[in-house]
Each structure stands twice: as structure tokens, then as C-alpha cells.
């Protein structure tokens, strides 16, 4: 069964300029949630679909936003990128809701550069 | 509110000596608790995870975790450790089934020949 894919795997963009990062979960699995990763703040969760529903949101402003479709596959946008946003964007999947007491499993990321 | 604290973000081991990973939380609620594993250019893997029932939990790759309610701990270890440790840990904590995954700051672990 294929991982949890995500693209671009490298991403550079400039400051003002808003990307859209793609993840497509195992096959199966109804929920999928975001994190950004950086040196000074670590791991923090942005949110999590199920059912093409955001059924929780971490503390990020509302440039950062998501969407789920029908076939489980999400993306995440983020408008207006200032330099703060560079980091390693982290996408997992499980098969339920709450995913946080089922396994979940973590994509390779996509690696933001904001110039 | 739930929080993590990781006890050292760099610890270095000899080949074949004992790994002892430290986390401590913070929780309102019975937690779950979790051990991630993250290699180089690489996503998150569960190494093992705490929900109900036994407080020692057995993960991958020969590591363990022991959840100590009293202690507010779950730290990770590791009988021998193996040259193909050597990566970035990261111990979480849940509230519930419908709170979000908080992450401890992560403990790089280096293994010594």
C-alpha cells in the first residue's frame, strides 16, 4: 500500500507571493491533518479534515487555511508568505476521526523557502 | 491545557549502551501519549504509543516507553542502542480522541562507534 505522498517535495517563493501544498493520504484513510515544522518552533499542528470537514485548528493566522476533498486528498494554502514561513510542512493520515489515538502516518513533507 | 517537555535536545550514546530519552507532560485529563521517530529528509514515525491498559508499552525497532502517572513521565529507552538510531525523537501528548497532537522541542539522538 503506497504512503502518504505530498507535493512539491521543494518549494522556493518570495515574500507576498501565497502556495498551495498538496497531500494525498494511504488509501482508506478519512482523515488527514498539517504541521509545520521549524528549528525555533518545532513541530505545531495547523488542522485536520475528516470527511472534507476541518474538525480542528491549531493556533496559526488565517492566511493558513485547507480544504479536503471528496477522495480524502487535502491541501493547505498559505496567501500573503512572509519569511516566518519557511519551514518543512508535515502532512498525516489515519483511517479515523481522533486521529490522535490511531496510528498516524507521515508524509517525506514539502520543504517551503521563503525568500 | 497539555504541554511536553523533552529533558536534553541532544543526547549522545556509545554503540551498544542503554538509550534513555526523557519527557514529561502536562495534562488536565488521562493523556495519550505518543514517541515519534523522524530520520533525516524524512516525515514522522510512530515509534509507539500510550492510550489505556498497560503503562509499559513495547514499540519498534526494540524500544519501550513506561508511563508513569505519578511521575507525569514517558520516557523512551532502549536496551542496546544500534548505529541506525541515531535520528531526531519527538515524545506528544493528546488530551482525548478530539484534541490535537501536541509535540515535545525533539531530542537528537547520536550514537558513538
Known amino acids: 500500500k503506497a504512503g502518504v505522498t505530498q507535493t512539491p517535495r521543494y518549494l522556493i517563493k518570495t515574500r507576498g507571493q501565497q502556495v498551495t501544498l498538496s497531500c494525498s493520504p494511504i488509501s482508506g484513510h478519512r482523515s488527514v491533518s498539517w504541521y509545520q515544522q521549524t528549528p525555533g518552533q518545532g513541530l505545531q499542528f495547523l488542522f485536520e479534515y475528516f470527511s472534507e470537514t476541518q474538525r480542528n485548528k491549531g493556533n496559526f493566522p488565517g492566511r493558513f487555511s485547507g480544504r479536503q476533498f471528496s477522495n480524502s486528498r487535502s491541501e493547505m494554502n498559505v496567501s500573503t508568505l512572509e519569511l516566518g514561513d519557511s519551514a518543512l510542512y508535515l502532512c498525516?493520515?489515519?483511517?479515523?476521526?481522533?486521529?490522535?489515538?490511531?496510528?498516524?502516518?507521515f508524509g517525506p513533507g514539502t520543504r517551503l523557502t521563503v525568500l | 491545557a497539555q504541554s511536553v517537555t523533552q529533558l536534553g535536545s541532544h543526547v549522545s550514546v556509545s554503540e551498544g549502551a542503554l538509550v534513555l530519552l526523557r519527557c514529561n507532560y502536562s495534562?488536565?485529563?488521562?493523556?495519550?501519549l505518543f514517541w515519534y521517530v523522524q530520520y533525516p529528509n524524512q516525515g514522522l514515525q510512530l515509534l509507539l504509543k500510550?492510550?489505556?491498559?498497560?503503562?509499559l508499552v513495547k514499540g519498534i525497532n526494540g524500544f519501550e516507553a513506561e508511563f508513569k502517572k505519578s511521575e507525569t513521565s514517558f520516557h523512551l529507552t532502549k536496551p542496546s542502542a544500534h548505529m541506525s538510531d541515531a535520528a531526531e525523537y519527538f515524545c506528544a501528548v493528546s488530551a482525548s480522541s478530539a484534541s490535537k497532537i501536541i509535540f515535545g522541542s525533539g531530542t537528537r539522538l547520536s550514537i558513538r562507534p
Open positions: 500510550y492510550t489505556t491498559g498497560a503503562t
Open positions: 495534562s488536565s485529563v488521562p493523556p495519550y
Open positions: 498525516a493520515s489515519s483511517w479515523a476521526q481522533g486521529a490522535q489515538t490511531d496510528t498516524q502516518y
